[in-house]
């Protein structure tokens, strides 16, 4: 915690958004010595970065990251975070915005030591969006081992079931608390940074890929679940049909991106996701035969270029230049073909693999629902930031498709406009 | 401080069910130390217990038994006290259930053959906390004397003006260096500037006069052209600087660092001190000391290092199938641009107009599909927007543009999709063979492209998608008058950028208080440069507001405690100047070292390396730890017919201990006769306690910590790798005393790694439990 002596505050900050970009923003603008609040929806912090097994190109967990931004945010009193949280309503302008925020009930209050008896109590099992419905987890649940704040959930589906209030009984702390309700509260903050994130596409609505219509097709963002420890299959890179471990993989690369049918732009990193994914099915299997179809392999800079070379060393590693028109399941084996005109060549390929993989794009959460504020967006739902207005800004993914690298490289720059909209004053 | 001790044992979350409580609260009692338990203690009754004790008895120094501290951070935090928290929840009860470490019968206690493992662990680490919070000290902040509050700019293009408006914006004062005779870089030489905002369509006039202009409209920038650093001594807050003019000699140039071959004799034999002196001072003849600061310097308290890129020039045979260096229509894209931004595009061999220009991506050499060096999505945007420079100049133009992977990502995307639209743009991707001569033309001959296998393109020029090379490759800029050297350590690991290893932190160094941005880190757009430029202003503000109140910066952000030195014994073996991944001290011509508090990141590196031991911090030093290794109970023979073995396990608190928490949480078991202790990074191991853990009795010792290599996940940079090495080098000396080597180990451990945990532990204790006891027990 630090000794504040000489912080020049005039004002403070809210974040909304409390993944990588936002969490970011907050910490960076708190350790100039602004008051700064966090208002993130889900009931943990961390958003999309939590759910991936390791970055790349370092090949390093998230959460190791994830873990010293927590550690940041315990030991800094001008920080106040509000999980759980959405705003309703931004009123007033640049330096005076008066924000009406929602917060919807935890069930769980600040007496959860999370000792687990609820969950061994509860009898329940619901669908776990953070594994994007591969597993089913207690009704009452911890996020995430190292979920942040470390606190259990009672999901609002089992609210009014007898396994409720075999939760609240299990409870030695009197920490759930079944009637909690939802609760507005106002701040008042001078600047506000949106970082709002992202949600993959959705793979079901690319007719010709057949996600969802065939079982052992699945999305990237499902691979970093399957290859976490703490994942769904502890680690075990599965394909669906029969949890076999799969000995032939396919890419299909820009799944819904660069498509005026579905996402008209690049959405950065797919290419380096799936290269990543190489290394995890390389770890894993290591005879394992992988296609990537893909248009180009956007690996720019020398980071990322070091890296597709090293995957392109491998022999069992199969780059096809050619957008994947087809896909068909062989319904004895649910086995996979893909089918593809390689762009160079011209031939028609048709490859049967055991798994296949969609590199999906990345869509802003304000795609179709606009956020309370007077803010722009472009054609494709991402906020325009306005500097000369100033007084609000995106970060990260809220503002343009980016890695992590570069959203927090524009989050950590959009703490310096927060704070310039309170200097100004 | 006159301390006041308090243990308080929480039973909740299964401690009370599993452990002997009575038994816990003898150990604090035997000392005569106050203990209370309480079934709930971070509950509001289990805190108000707490703070009447500090309120009403004076209690100031708490070591609360319970869950891992981790969690409860807010709870159990009171002002002016100090706290040590006992994991008794995920490190001990948690990771060790009764199933497997049954407690003792009545018939067991006491029968010189049976003991609890677990009770033994418990009350092992209760001790230890007790034995810690003896040694240790609230931190009081490191204030400098005058801290200067103004922001260094080196480098006057895009990024450096960018970053100094944004400084300025924040109400900070600014001086931007610039080795030109003007402000603008590499952005004041362009024809048309890259779209920089949606719909990110179509190129737009270069911005740079503008932003030139809006620097120099505040009153707080100061803009100094034809000047270059000489030296930038000091540490952040009170850096002084000396600047100069480009080429010119002066005695405050920084003195390099000898290389490796000079600090050998003619027979590879190392110099010995007072020569080696000799020839560093003959090296840096005239020019004075790192130490000696230059009375006309000016103050600064952040440094932004925005130096840029320099076109590369493709010197060399390599591009000689491409015509490069021969044929004099065959120019860089940098090159190309100069032309442009003159006037049409006309060709150098003869003036005549360039109606048909081939740009290519790749050089295109076998199965390489590499882009040249130093390149970027920026290449490949540039080749896009020149191929519609030659559109411009000449309605009948054409432009064909090989690649191997057009690099347009997220929204710069739209911009290729409207050069897709013209049609006088071929774009397509295919391996160049070959440039040759063509009447008073060029040929361009390709295969593998999308528009047949081997085609040929008539050419009046071709524009070869050269890369940009940052300035760190040509000198290290900052010149930093450091020990350690002028420069980043470790560029190499980066291609010689200034880039920083960490995704989750861009802007981290290992120079405190040096802030990159822009194309020096890696290539970029303007627009990427200009939003670098904005996060590396906040970095130098915010480390400028740190030491203002006397705190660390990234990755301790806060941590008011630094490294105090008790020089008297220092033998100036100059391991601390060496070691410590910031390049924190400087020693003197005697080697004794200079610290500078503000350079320092707090990892206790330093502390580590000491052979001396006369590092430490207030509240995490020698004594502290070497104090609870010493409290861990070895039992010999003499108490148990059996007893069992002792290990202990030196754990970095950022990765490994978390890991070992999540183990716990998931009911992972272990051996119970490992010791943990957290510590700030392995980099400040101090071999000492391994050696008296080993003189103690205990049979095994563990590092965990985290992966070194040039993927490094050390928060400290080089703490675990330096630790790796003196590990090795213990086995060495242990080898000498008759003791195997293998009883001291380090294993790599990711934070997300907690499932190998158990196996990691297990067979080390395992390993060890066949070689025996260690023979130096009981003695």
């Given amino acids: 915690m630090t000794e504040d002596k000489a912080a020049p505050v005039s004002g403070s900050i809210l974040v909304v958004g409390g993944g990588i970009s936002g969490l970011t923003t907050c910490l960076e603008a708190a350790e100039v010595g602004y008051e700064v609040f966090l208002v993130e929806k889900n009931p943990y912090l961390g958003g999309r970065v939590a759910q991936l097994n390791q970055y790349f190109p370092k090949l390093c967990p998230p959460s190791c990251g994830l873990e010293i931004n927590f550690r940041r945010i315990k030991d800094n009193r001008k920080i106040r975070v509000f999980t759980l949280g959405e705003v309703e309503k931004v009123d007033g302008t640049l330096g005076n915005y008066d924000v009406t925020i929602k917060l919807s009930p935890r069930y769980v209050n600040e007496n959860c030591t999370c000792c687990g008896d609820c969950e061994a109590a509860c009898e329940t099992e619901i669908s776990s969006d953070f594994n994007f419905g591969m597993n089913k987890i207690k009704g009452a649940y911890l996020p995430f081992e190292m979920a942040f704040p470390a606190r259990y959930v009672i999901s609002s589906q089992i609210i009014g079931t007898d396994d409720a209030e075999r939760c609240k009984e299990a409870c030695k702390y009197d920490a759930v608390d079944l009637d909690m309700e939802a609760k507005t509260i106002n701040l008042k903050v001078g600047a506000i940074v949106w970082a709002t994130g992202w949600e993959p596409y959705d793979a079901a609505k690319i007719d010709n890929l057949g996600f969802g219509k065939y079982q052992n097709i699945i999305t990237n963002m499902m691979v970093e679940r399957l290859a976490s420890p703490n994942g769904p299959t502890k680690g075990q890179i599965l394909r669906p049909s029969d949890s076999k471990q799969p000995e032939s993989i396919a890419f299909v690369q820009c799944a819904g991106s660069r498509d005026e049918n579905h996402l008209t732009y690049c959405s950065y990193i797919c290419c380096m996701a799936s290269l990543k994914h190489v290394t995890y099915i390389r770890e894993r299997y290591p005879d394992a035969k992988i296609y990537i179809f893909y248009i180009d392999i956007r690996t720019p800079g020398y980071r990322y270029e070091k890296f597709y070379k090293k995957i392109k060393e491998d ?32 031939e028609k390929i048709k490859q049967e693999v055991e798994m296949v993989v969609l590199a999906t794009g990345m869509q802003p959460t304000t795609k179709d629902v606009k956020l309370p504020a007077d803010l722009k967006y472009n054609e494709e739902g991402f906020i325009i930031n306005d500097f000369e207005k100033g007084g609000m800004f995106a970060a990260g993914c809220a503002n343009k498709p980016a890695d992590v690298v570069s959203s927090n490289q524009n989050a950590t720059g959009m703490a310096l406009k927060a704070i310039q909209t309170l200097v100004r004053r | ?365 076998g199965d390489d599909d590499s882009d040249f060096d130093y390149t970027g999505s920026v290449t490949s945007l540039v080749a896009l927007k020149q191929a519609q420079y030659v559109r411009e100049d000449y309605p009948e133009g054409k432009a064909y543009i090989f690649y191997q992977h057009m690099r347009t990502p997220g929204l710069q995307e739209n911009f290729y999709k409207s050069i897709q639209q013209d049609e006088g743009i071929f774009l397509t991707k295919g391996d160049v063979i070959s440039v040759a001569k063509n009447g008073d033309g060029l040929i361009v001959e390709a295969d593998n492209t999308l528009l047949g296998e081997k085609i040929q393109v008539k050419a009046d020029m ?132 200079k610290p500078n508090p503000t350079r320092c990141r707090r990892c206790g590196t330093c502390m580590g390396a000491c052979p001396e031991r006369i590092i430490g911090f207030a509240d995490y030093n020698i004594d502290s730890i070497g104090s609870m290794v010493k409290a861990i109970g070895v039992p010999s023979e003499d108490d148990y017919s059996e007893p069992p073995l002792r290990f202990l396990g030196l754990v970095c608190e950022n990765d490994a201990y978390p890991a070992l928490d999540i183990a716990g949480m998931n009911k992972l078991t272990y051996s119970a006769d490992v010791r943990f202790i957290p510590v700030r990074c392995l980099g400040s191991v101090n071999v000492i306690w391994i050696k008296d853990a080993l003189s103690q009795g205990m049979d095994g010792i563990f590092l965990l910590g985290c992966k070194h290599g040039d993927d490094y996940q050390c928060h400290f940079v080089k703490g675990s790798e330096l630790a790796d090495i003196r590990m090795k080098k213990i086995g060495e000396a242990l080898t000498s005393l008759a003791l195997e080597e293998e009883r001291v180990a380090q294993f790599q451990v990711a934070i997300d790694e907690y499932d190998k945990i158990p196996e990691i532990v297990n067979t080390f204790v395992e390993m060890v439990e066949k070689l025996g006891p260690n023979p130096f027990k009981g003695f």
């Fill in chain 1, 315 to 346: 022999k069992n590693v199969f780059f096809i230049k050619g957008k994947v028109a087809e896909v068909n399941e062989n319904p004895d084996s649910k086995n996979i073909t893909v089918v593809a005109e390689n762009a160079v060549t011209g």
């Fill in chain 2, 462 to 593: 071709v524009v070869l998608a050269a890369g940009m090379v940052p300035a760190t490759v040509d000198d290290p800029v900052i010149n930093l008058a450091y020990r350690q050297g002028p420069g980043f350590r470790d560029n190499a690991i980066f291609n010689e950028y200034a880039d920083s290893n960490f995704i989750c932190f861009p802007y981290e160094t290992q120079r405190t208080g040096i802030y990159a941005a822009g194309c020096i880190r890696r290539s970029m757009t303007i627009e990427e440069s200009i939003e670098d430029a904005t996060g590396a202003a906040l970095k130098a503000i915010q480390c400028i507001e740190s030491v203002n109140r006397g705190v660390a910066v990234h990755p301790r952000s806060g941590d008011m405690t630094f490294p105090d030195f008790f020089f008297q014994r220092c033998t100036q073996c100059k391991r601390c100047t060496e070691e410590c991944p910031f390049g924190a001290l400087d020693d003197d011509e005697k080697g004794t070292p």
């Fill in chain 2, 1 to 365: 401080m006159d301390k006041k001790y308090g243990v308080y044992i929480c039973t909740g979350c299964g401690i009370g069910d599993v452990l002997d409580t009575e038994g816990l609260c003898g150990v604090p009692k035997e000392e005569g130390i106050g203990v209370k338990t309480h079934p709930f203690l971070c509950g509001k009754e289990g805190v108000e217990l707490l703070k009447k004790d500090i309120a009403d008895d004076g209690i100031n120094t708490l070591i609360i038994a319970g869950c891992s501290r981790r969690v409860n951070f807010d709870v159990f935090n009171f002002a002016g006290c100090i706290v040590d928290r006992v994991n008794l929840r995920e490190q001990v009860v948690w990771s060790h259930p009764r199933s497997e470490f049954p407690a003792l019968t009545e018939e067991q206690k006491d029968d010189g053959e049976h003991f609890d493992r677990l009770q033994m662990l418990a009350e092992d680490y209760i001790k230890m906390g007790m034995a810690k919070v003896e040694k240790i000290d609230l931190p009081e902040p490191s204030m400098l004397e005058t801290i200067s509050k103004r922001i260094l700019v080196i480098g006057g293009g895009i990024t450096g003006i960018s970053a100094a408006i944004d400084a300025a914006k924040a109400g900070y004062d600014v001086t931007i260096v610039e080795k030109e005779a003007s402000l603008g870089g590499n952005a004041a030489k362009i024809r048309k500037q890259l779209p920089n905002e949606d719909p990110f369509e179509s190129l737009i006039p270069p911005i740079i006069e503008a932003k030139i202009k809006e620097a120099e409209a505040y009153s707080g920038i100061e803009v100094k052209t034809n000047s270059i650093v000489a030296r930038i001594a000091g540490q952040p807050g009170e850096f002084t600087v000396t600047l100069k003019k480009p080429g010119e000699a002066t005695e405050f140039d920084v003195p390099y660092p000898l290389p490796d071959e000079m600090k050998v004799d003619e027979n590879g034999k190392e110099l010995d001190v007072e020569k080696l002196i000799e020839v560093y001072n003959e090296y840096n003849k005239g020019k004075k000391d790192i130490l000696t600061l230059d009375p006309d310097g000016e103050l600064f308290g952040a440094v932004i290092l925005a130096a840029g890129w320099r076109p590369d020039k493709l010197e060399g045979k390599a591009f000689t199938h491409l015509g490069f260096g021969k044929l004099p229509d065959v120019v860089t894209n940098y090159q190309f641009e100069e032309i442009a931004a003159k006037g049409k595009i006309t060709r150098p061999s003869d003036g005549n107009e360039a109606k048909s220009v081939v740009f290519i991506q790749s050089p295109g050499k």
